[in-house]
């Protein structure tokens, strides 16, 4: 069932994408992501710190999803990088962020803006 099924892109996964905006949209006539059975995902986030409870960073994302696992290319990764600024508040980390899509479709924006409250991953 979709429901059950691996989809990327958005704040947690691939920040710069559309939420759950990987997944095997060449399968759906209408355009829509329809997600799969198996998902490769990696973030990268290097933090700097600036001034006290306030980090800058810089990420880079990537992943996709595969049908099953006939279909994994470990190389054919969407990516995005960006970088942001993230205060560390007695509640958990409040984070700011633009992602660039490297890899992207015709149909996506450029990039994306994410906004976090605590631990994306």
Do not use: C, H
Not at 110 to 118: D, E, K
């Amino acid at each position: 069932p979709i429901n059950e099924r691996f989809f990327l892109g958005g704040r947690t996964t691939v920040r710069g994408f559309p939420q759950d905006s990987i997944g095997l949209v060449n399968l759906n006539p209408y355009g829509y992501p329809i997600g799969g059975d198996v998902m490769e995902n990696y973030n990268l986030q290097l933090n700097i710190p600036v001034y006290k409870s306030v980090d800058f960073f810089i990420f880079q994302d990537g992943g996709n999803v595969f049908l099953d696992t006939s279909d994994v290319r470990p190389l054919a990764l969407y990516k995005s990088a960006g970088a942001g600024i993230m205060y560390l508040s007695p509640i958990g980390p409040i984070s700011f962020s633009y992602g660039f899509i490297l890899t992207r479709e015709p149909y996506w924006p450029a990039g994306g803006v994410n906004f976090t409250v605590g631990t994306s991953f």
